[in-house]
């Protein structure tokens, strides 16, 4: 081991794969110069990290917090407080065991069990805000002891640093840093369609009821029903640890089958492979029902040089420029989604949406591009480490 470099200890509690762990990946796989080891919980996560080469610690007392009935019970306090005291003692053998020089908390409940590492070994602690919390929840609650304890909080793009700052004030400021997520630009050339249908439409990410992937099955059935040659394709599954999640599945299977279209919307589950979700789908639609803090599904189908409709709200509205590299609709506008969905398939072969997608591929070129990503994660670890 080159004794220059330091220890990075990445903290992530999720047991489904989501856009955070995404970030981890490419975090510990391009970010150069130091040793990164990931402490997570048992599930999914924990398997791919282990699958790409990444030193992983299962700590399965790692576990994000849910309300049950959205109120919290006695029982549900005591399983947090235990959980945060097991894995206090866990990570501390760690830190001790693998000398760590710094502390990394992906998101805001990997916070919470890192304060007090940081309180207890006096180490550095760097916090990544992901996402974008209502005033008055637990998670602001959360955010606002972060602020005080973190070195640095990292916001992944201007919606989530607006958030901070309305949270936090400006005494979360000089704490603030923001990094783009970056992209390793694929190569664009012509891919194989889903079983050879004509117009592939695609949803990509986790099956949860924030996605409103009911609404798109209900914007996009008139066309189908109009062009049966029209697909829609699901990569994707229900959360495991969220009841809810499991139980919205089962309504958009059986609403699918209630209206007969079982032969043109297909769940695919999880798939890891970037290149086969994007070069077998021509349209994206991300239209989650409140502002996303970012969207790597709208990044990576950008760089695919994809039509991508998504909500004007929140992060896609930092990547996508209306009617220039992709198109905007008002969330929980299902007759506009609607409409856009036919506009995209009638003019598919057009000029003006092969310009759409000539400009999708050239914006992400330009501001999020994996070495840019790189370069801004070391200058900052170099920063904080060198202190």
Known sequence: MNNSQKNILCISVM???GGGEEFLIKLAANVKGNNIIVASPEGEPMKIFQQNGIKAIRIDSLKKF???????EILSWIKILFN???????????????KIDLILANGNFAGLYSVPLKILTRKKL???QHLIYKEGSLETKILKMLSRYADRLVSISDSVSDNLQLICGEGCTNKTVKIYHGINLPKLDEGSSIKN???????????????????VIQAAKETIFINRDVHLHIFGLPREDEPDSIQYEKELMKFISEENLER???FHGFEKSKEKIYRSIDILINYSKIPESFSFTVLEALSFGKIVIA???GGPKELIKNNVNGFLVPPSDTLALSEKIKYCIEEFNSIEIETVRNNARKSVEEKFSLERFTSEYKKLFDSILSV
Do not use: F, M, P
Not at 66 to 72: D, F, I, V
Not at 203 to 214: H, M
């Open 197 to 215: 249908v004509n117009i592939n439409i695609g949803i990509v990410g986790s099956i949860i009821r924030l996605k409103a992937i009911d609404k």
């Open 126 to 128: 760097v916090v990544i």
């Open 66 to 72: 849910y309300r049950k009935e959205n109120t919290w």
């Open 15 to 17: 047991q489904s794969w």
């Open 84 to 98: 945060l005291l097991i894995s206090t003692i866990r990570l501390i053998k760690v830190i001790l065991t693998h």
């Open 311 to 313: 909500s004007d709200v």
């Open 264 to 266: 043109n919307v297909h």
